[in-house]
């Protein structure tokens, strides 16, 4: 069993920057994808970056430029650093980590870390 736990989330002026962390227990494949969603007042679930262990990653096109994932192997760990934080970026960040396994998906989901952005 993956618990994940979350942390760095807070209130920030807007232009100001947060990062996020998020730490997986047991033991997580090389073949995982590690990544954060986010849901805002009012609005559904959506992905905000993604990352494979070898690095690729992707990025909704509302954060490109100002947000960065990484991921640290070692440490079960990944990180996502977000400068230049906006209103709209307000919602209860959410860490994921997936991945198949003899044709089972495993999907695993922290409980979430509140961002508040203010004008």
């Known amino acids: 069993q993956v618990q994940l736990v979350e942390s760095g989330g807070g209130l920030v002026q807007a232009g100001g920057s947060l990062r996020l962390s998020c730490t997986a227990s047991?033991?997580?494949?090389?073949?995982?994808?590690m990544g954060w969603f986010r849901q805002g007042p009012g609005k559904q679930r959506e992905l905000v970056a993604s990352i494979r262990s070898v690095g690729s990653a992707n990025y909704a096109d509302s954060v490109k430029g100002r947000f960065t994932i990484s991921r640290d192997n070692a440490k079960n760990t990944v990180y996502l650093q977000m400068n230049s934080l906006k209103p709209e970026d307000t919602a209860v960040y959410s860490c994921?980590?997936?991945?198949?396994?003899?044709?089972?998906?495993?999907?695993?989901w922290g409980r979430g870390t509140q961002v508040t952005v203010s004008s």
């Open positions: 047991g033991s997580i494949p090389s073949i995982s994808v």
């Open positions: 994921n980590v997936r991945w198949w396994q003899n044709e089972v998906k495993n999907d695993y």
